[in-house]
């Protein structure tokens, strides 16, 4: 027996007929529903009623419902509930921002215009010090997003790092359903409708419309359809290191993507593959041979392409080891995976509430009816082995999402496995609630799988028609997209997009935006991006060492300042406090360790009077230019330097 004969289909004891093969070599192709033939291939279907004569001129002069025009039909539409998801940002793309919280859309915009500098400037790809100078922050260990920056540099050019970030939230949506309906058709079903549908769910699921007002780099996700096609593929390749080298380059662009989300990958593929041998153990004979030939291949290529890069990562500078533990414990509740996510049609925030970590990463959220559909799909088709992997798969990551402590409705129950896990190598860098991401894969692959194996029950077609509608409306209608909730924002201030910083800041000094950016303020990292990076600023949203040694746990932001907290809490509170002179000597103190050039107050900033009021405290009396209150502080920050 080899993998081949791991097909999706009965077991010997089951008569019913099954689809193409998703471990066999490629198919020439697949059939619609509706007996179109394609590709070569012509479904065994009962010959339509003869058409009355009138009507053969009118039908003869419709065009033809080609398959290239039905691929194009599906791969417009992924692209119309791209646009429309994300209608409401396009509408103003620079003065509109997630709604709740705005931070990872500016870290990513910063991200996008250090891409700029790198291409344009040839700077240090995983390094900067342009936001947390002096310190700097490794780009490696925060997700650069390289590989989605660097070819959209001329858009980011043309147009902001604004108008890239929606770009790309776009196209990683529309991408992501389309990379799956072009190997779901090609390799796993014949019709297209469940690839289609498989398509549509697994880049509209609830979890990447949560992800998609903040992690573009988590929902662009075009290139894992092809690594788990080509994990399958080694199983049983003639030619192991040609593809195994295959599987090297798309490992290591999707390392420059997500990391976290190429570790998901290769676990679901690996218990994939034992849950199907665990039930075909003769199926090990035949695959380990070429499955280790490709593997050592795909290991020495991209080990070789990500060695450096991954050095930096985890031994150069500002390298952390773990996450922070305001992340490390996110998990699910079980409750959530039959709740509807907040982004659909049938979601509320208020209802989710505990139910997620926070509203970024409603990692499950299928609503009642898909969840029970997804069972019953499980119990309908129990004795194919495809179907019982994928099952085994879903099952074990959503169990992994619980996180450390198991709740239902916000009501602990149980210690969870990942408790025993989180310390693991590299799985302490992982966001546990987001093996749900997984789950929503599986659950997608079982949809396709089962509109397939639809066409093959004993019922008249127009009633199966129906009845295969009807499953699909009752289980995707509930979570279907709708608009990403969004919330204006403060516009860059015209100082910096006018250049008159220029004026005062040095290639070695920083502009001190007020206040001093950081995880819950990162107004100033958006000034920084709209000039792609021309000036260095202390602080922002990062993660790096909790004590600054490299190695540390990690934590969000840099070392604390004491200006930066004061600042900070009278933006919070808006009360203007005494200062002493200790106080003043260690805002100072702070910034000369910045070299700080300048500091800048915008007019319309939250409680800006309590902080100018401050500022002038510490560092004597500001000057308005334009729409900025600014304190030109380098005769201080020089003196003593």
Known sequence: ???????????????????????????????????????????????????????????????????????????????????????????????????????????????????????????????????NYPDGVNLMANTAILALGIPMVPVTLLFGPAVTFVLLVTLALAGTATAWYVVLSRHVVH????????????????????????????????????IVWRVLVITRSRRPYRDGALLALLVTVQAFINEEILLFTALACGVFLLAVVAQRPALWSAAWRPLLKALATCTAVAGSLLAYPLYVQFAGPMAYHGLSDAV?????????????????????????????????????????????????????????????????????????????????????????????????????????????????????????????????????????????????????????????????RPAVPDFITADRWRGYVGPDQTLVPIPVPNMGNTHGMRWAAATNLDFKIPGGYFLAPRNGNTGDPGRFGGRPSGIGQLLEEVATTGRTPKLDDRQRRRSLDDLRYWRAAILVLPLDQHHAEPLRQTVEQLVGPGRRELDVWIWDVRTLTDATA
């Open 191 to 226: 019709s297209r409708l469940g690839a289609a549908v498989g398509g549509w769910f697994c880049g509209f699921s609830p979890a990447m419309l949560s992800h998609a007002n903040w992690h573009p780099n988590i929902i662009s996700q075009f290139l894992l359809p092809f």
């Open 328 to 488: 490390r414990d996110y998990g699910n509740d079980i409750a959530a995976f039959v709740a509807q996510g907040s982004p659909t049609l049938g979601g509320h925030q208020r209802a989710n509430v505990n139910l997620a970590p926070n509203y970024s990463e409603e990692n499950a959220f299928f609503g009642w009816s898909l969840a029970l559909i997804a069972v019953g799909i499980v119990l309908w088709l129990r004795n194919e082995v495809v179907v019982r992997a994928l099952a085994v798969t879903g099952v074990f990551f959503a169990v992994l999402s619980l996180g450390e402590r198991v709740s239902w409705w916000d009501r602990e129950i149980a210690v969870g496995p990942w408790e025993w896990l989180v310390r693991l190598p590299l799985l302490d860098a992982v966001v546990p609630t987001r093996f749900g991401l997984i789950t929503s894969v599986v659950v997608g692959l079982l949809l396709a799988l089962a509109v397939e194996r639809s066409r093959t029950l004993p019922v008249e077609r127009r009633t199966l028609r129906t009845l295969t509608a009807a499953g699909l409306v009752l289980a995707l209608l509930p979570i279907a997209p709708m608009p990403l909730q969004v919330t204006s």
């Open 1 to 131: 027996m080899t993998p081949a004969d791991t097909r999706a289909e009965p077991d010997r004891e089951t008569a019913a007929p099954a689809g193409p093969d998703p471990l066999a070599p490629d198919v020439d192709g697949a059939a619609g529903a509706d007996g179109a033939t394609v590709n070569g291939r012509t479904p065994s279907v009962t010959a339509p009623a003869p058409t009355p004569a009138p009507v053969l001129p009118l039908l003869r002069r419709l065009p033809r419902w080609t398959p290239r025009r039905q691929h194009l039909a599906v791969v417009g539409a992924f692209l119309l509930a791209a646009l429309w998801v994300t209608s409401r940002i396009w509408a103003d793309p620079a003065g509109r921002v997630a709604a709740l919280y705005s931070s990872d859309p500016a870290q990513v915009q910063f991200f996008l215009a250090h891409s700029v500098r790198v291409v344009l400037h040839g700077e240090f790809p995983f390094f900067t010090e342009q936001f």
